[in-house]
């Protein structure tokens, strides 16, 4: 009898452990909402120096969050980003990118590609969990979701992109910023 108590015991620990884990998973994953107020932060640029959310104050920023440098889908979404960077300037913006990369594989990215926007190092996943991007899992490792954070020029999310296609993105937020000029 002490034995088979023993066994609901344990499994009910074990239980009550994955209803935790699953629940602070799911918190984790809230994507955040147009409307909702931009979270601060401060990482790491290509140039390893500190980028915060706060140095953009009174522009409109475009946080978009990658996958990987230097795969493909990546690369042509920092291209057009880098294409368009004259347009975003005309319209008070900033285009930011942040993935789960180094500092040094960002710089690496940059230098090759000629990408002169920040791209912003979050290792630890606290900016990317903080928006609510979920991550996707490829074995051992892990990868930010594409998703983008239009921001205003006040802290508030004007407008959120979930499983973008990275080949027409930079027009689509051009033109939502377009459109939010005529309100």
């Not at 107020?37 to 390893?48: I, K, V, W, Y």
Request: proline letters at 4%.
């Amino acid at each position: 009898m002490q034995r088979n108590g023993t066994w609901i015991i344990l499994a009910v620990v074990v239980i009550a452990a994955i209803a935790v884990f699953t629940i602070k998973a799911r918190a984790a994953e809230k994507l955040l909402q147009a409307g909702d107020t931009a979270p601060g932060f401060t990482l790491p640029s290509q140039e390893d120096t500190p980028v915060s959310l706060k140095d953009y104050q009174g522009k409109w920023v475009v946080l978009y969050f990658y996958p990987k440098d230097m795969t493909s889908g990546c690369t042509l979404e920092a291209h057009n980003f880098q294409r368009d960077l004259s347009k975003y300037t005309a319209k008070n913006a900033v285009v930011l990118g942040v993935s789960l990369d180094t500092v040094e594989s960002h710089k690496t990215f940059c230098t090759k590609d000629s990408l002169t926007f920040k791209l912003l190092a979050d290792p630890d996943h606290k900016v990317i969990d903080s928006y609510g991007v979920p991550l996707a899992n490829f074995g051992v490792m892990k990868f930010a979701k594409r998703t983008t954070f239009l921001i205003n020029p006040d802290g508030k999310i004007a407008k959120v992109w979930a499983g973008v296609n990275p080949e027409h993105h930079s027009e689509e937020v051009l033109a939502e910023l377009a459109s939010l000029e005529k309100k």
